[in-house]
């Protein structure tokens, strides 16, 4: 790309719907402008694109930002930055106005309806390696505002707890609609790679914090003995180890999941760490290949996909899919798009989801995305009956 033209694609569509910003515990990356996009593709192809791409000449930084969606088979948003920029400060940003919840999708019975409908199918799969085992199910909130929605000022609310990650994601529009972002708060890392170094750290199995010492103590202790999370969990795990070891000369996970605290939740947690056998496997080849793993569809994959477009009354689109960036020399960091919504103009779209298995119990797992839902409710100040 000429570097006329380079100009005439970022100015055309313009520094505020180009932001990015990924604000983990250890690392802040912002950016601005559009230089260039990457062609667009499924999961599977990620990493031959993000190759190709970097072998051409061209101009601005040696970086790809973006998202993949969480179906493995549409089309990702990844883009090149016109420059890396400093982080902004919250201390400036304005304050979020009233805000409506105007929908639940699906409501709480009809979710709960869902999940029995889920479990059903569950138990009567058939048996073998390529049986139903695992489902994720999400639901949603749509909430208004009198005002545009500033979605730097919701992830700079969302960055009060220190141990999650916060991004602001530009997402594809239709010409002439508004510019949308996935803002979100995550705390689950997809994978991560610097140089042949390779961490992933799947989350799955989750209980509410309540903030009282003692009842909190309890939640833990059956959490940690919970045959039902820890079988969720075991199948994570499994899976991005399947999907990481034809990659990897070693690999190493520990054989019991550690406890991860949020703000608002306690999760199951197995940090799985690795050395790739080669120097052209790139994150973005790691992450196309993990891409969704069981914490966000289920296992196997395809099942999984199958009932979730059965089951959910909405197309996911970005939400439960991965954020992050890669770089020329194929490191990078790739976060699983949880604790999220879908910001555009004076609307935006909140999603949860809780992994169902053969014994879940529709009830505690409305509950479950109902926690689920506090991080982003407490940022935005909603206090409203629906979204419990």
């Known amino acids: 790309?000429?570097?006329?033209?380079?100009?005439?694609?970022?100015?055309?569509?313009?520094?505020?719907?180009?932001?990015?910003?990924?604000?983990?515990?250890?690392?802040?990356?912002?950016?601005?402008?559009?230089?260039?996009?990457?062609?667009?593709?499924?999961?599977?192809?990620?990493?031959?694109?993000?190759?190709?791409?970097?072998?051409?000449?061209?101009?601005?930084?040696?970086?790809?930002?973006?998202?993949?969606?969480?179906?493995?088979?549409h089309d990702d948003a990844l883009y090149q930055p016109a420059r890396i920029s400093a982080p902004a400060s919250g201390a400036a940003l304005s304050m979020l106005g009233p805000l409506l919840v105007a929908a639940e999708l699906p409501p709480a019975a009809d979710y709960a309806d869902a999940v029995a409908r889920c479990v059903t199918r569950l138990r009567e799969a058939p048996t073998g390696d390529d049986a139903l085992r695992k489902v994720v199910l999400a639901r949603g909130l749509r909430v208004e505002s009198a005002a545009p929605i500033d979605p730097n000022v919701l992830a700079v609310r969302?960055?009060?707890?220190?141990?999650?990650?916060?991004?602001?994601?530009?997402?594809?529009?239709?010409?002439?609609?508004?510019?949308?972002?996935?803002?979100?708060?995550?705390?689950?890392?997809?994978?991560?790679?610097?140089?042949?170094?390779?961490?992933?750290?799947?989350?799955?199995?989750?209980?509410?914090?309540?903030?009282?010492?003692?009842?909190?103590?309890?939640?833990?202790?059956?959490?940690?003995?919970?045959?039902?999370?820890?079988h969720e969990h075991?199948?994570?795990?499994?899976?991005?180890?399947?999907?990481?070891?034809?990659?990897?000369?070693?690999?190493?996970?520990?054989?019991?999941?550690?406890?991860?605290?949020?703000?608002?939740?306690?999760?199951?947690?197995?940090?799985?760490?690795?050395?790739?056998?080669?120097?052209?496997?790139?994150?973005?080849?790691?992450?196309?290949?993990?891409h969704p793993t069981p914490a966000v569809c289920g296992t196997p994959r395809l099942q999984a996909l199958q009932a979730i477009r059965a089951l959910e009354p909405f197309d996911r689109g970005f939400y439960a899919g991965a954020v992050g960036w890669t770089d020329a020399s194929g490191d990078g960091d790739w976060y699983v798009a949880i604790r999220c919504a879908r910001v555009q103009g004076h609307a935006m779209h909140l999603f949860a989801g809780a992994g169902i298995v053969a014994d879940s119990q529709p009830a505690l797992e409305v509950d479950e995305t109902a926690a689920k839902f506090m991080a982003l409710r407490n940022a935005l100040g909603i206090d409203d009956a629906r979204a419990a």
């Open 1 to 73: 790309m000429s570097a006329a033209r380079a100009i005439e694609v970022r100015d055309s569509i313009g520094d505020i719907a180009s932001l990015f910003r990924l604000h983990a515990p250890d690392r802040r990356l912002a950016t601005d402008g559009l230089q260039a996009r990457l062609p667009c593709g499924p999961a599977a192809t990620l990493g031959e694109r993000v190759a190709a791409f970097f072998a051409a000449p061209r101009i601005g930084p040696d970086l790809l930002v973006g998202a993949l969606p969480f179906d493995p088979h």
């Open 158 to 230: 969302l960055g009060s707890d220190a141990s999650v990650t916060t991004y602001v994601v530009p997402l594809p529009v239709a010409p002439g609609d508004a510019p949308a972002w996935l803002v979100g708060a995550t705390p689950e890392l997809l994978v991560s790679r610097r140089g042949r170094a390779v961490v992933s750290h799947p989350l799955a199995g989750s209980a509410r914090r309540v903030g009282n010492a003692a009842e909190d103590r309890l939640r833990t202790d059956a959490l940690l003995a919970s045959d039902k999370d820890l």
């Open 234 to 290: 075991r199948f994570v795990v499994e899976a991005i180890l399947d999907g990481l070891a034809p990659l990897c000369s070693q690999l190493q996970a520990p054989p019991r999941p550690s406890l991860h605290a949020t703000a608002t939740m306690w999760h199951l947690a197995t940090r799985i760490t690795g050395t790739l056998k080669r120097d052209d496997i790139s994150s973005a080849m790691l992450a196309g290949v993990l």
